[in-house]
């Protein structure tokens, strides 16, 4: 059944490698704008599931719509989405500039506009200066930063983001999710985050569904789920 409100429609969606059910029957709603999170222990299916929503794994059951549009037979690099990864992705031999710049030189960007967007994109993540550095001369976190300004530079529907701070050290990560969430307001699209973190996802969602053995155990806000989890499991990993 079609969900008036949901942006990302996720109906009744499975996923087996052989005997093995990644991903149970899920249905999701996903709101235009929302800063929403997956959030479930090591092998729950959080990561299947986003990787359904970006076309790098086909459901073996259900429907996942984007904007209206059925997206199961649409391949990764038709969706409107992008996605960041843990590992940050950004090519070694490339300066900072050239990394953000790389998808926007493929499809011919004029000089003057690409320029510009790099730009601010640099700005966007408080980069403006090292445009000419190459990424073996950044830290971790100035890594990802460059990671998410390439994903974020033309303007995808949805912003797709593997535990992406997962490789920081916490005083860094605690400092890049309020950077993640300030980018996140100030551009309006919408994030699907997944973490095993609760404290991360507590801290910086809008709503979060809590996941388990493939399947969604509850959607709610940060608040709702501290204060009514329900049930004992989504409680106790809650904590």
Do not use: W
């Amino acid at each position: 059944m079609a969900n008036s409100d949901a942006f990302i429609d996720i109906r009744a969606v499975s996923k087996r490698f052989g005997s093995v059910t990644a991903v149970d029957g899920v249905d999701l709603a996903i709101r235009q704008g929302e800063f929403f999170s997956l959030l479930g222990a090591s092998g729950c299916g959080k990561t299947t599931l986003l990787r359904m929503i970006a076309g790098f794994e086909m459901p073996t059951e259900g429907d996942i719509l984007i904007d209206g549009q059925v997206m199961t037979d649409v391949p990764a690099n038709r969706r409107p989405t992008n996605m960041v990864f843990q590992n940050y992705a950004i090519f070694p031999h490339l300066t900072v500039r050239d990394n953000i710049a790389y998808g926007l030189r493929k499809d011919g960007l004029p000089r003057a506009d690409l320029d510009r967007k790099v730009d601010a994109a640099l700005e966007m993540i408080k980069l403006s200066g090292y445009g000419a550095r190459r990424s073996t001369e950044l830290s971790g976190g100035q890594r990802q930063r460059v990671a998410l300004a390439r994903a974020l530079i033309k303007r995808p529907k949805v912003l797709l983001l593997d535990e992406p701070l997962g490789a920081l050290d916490k005083k860094l990560r605690e400092t890049m999710q309020l950077e993640l969430r300030q980018i996140q307001d100030e551009i309006g699209i919408t994030f699907v985050f997944v973490t095993h973190d609760q404290e991360e996802a507590l801290t910086m969602s809008c709503r979060v569904a809590v996941m388990a053995q493939g399947r969604v155990m509850q959607v709610a806000t940060p608040r709702e789920l501290y204060e009514t989890p329900n049930s004992r499991a989504v409680a106790s990993f809650i904590g």
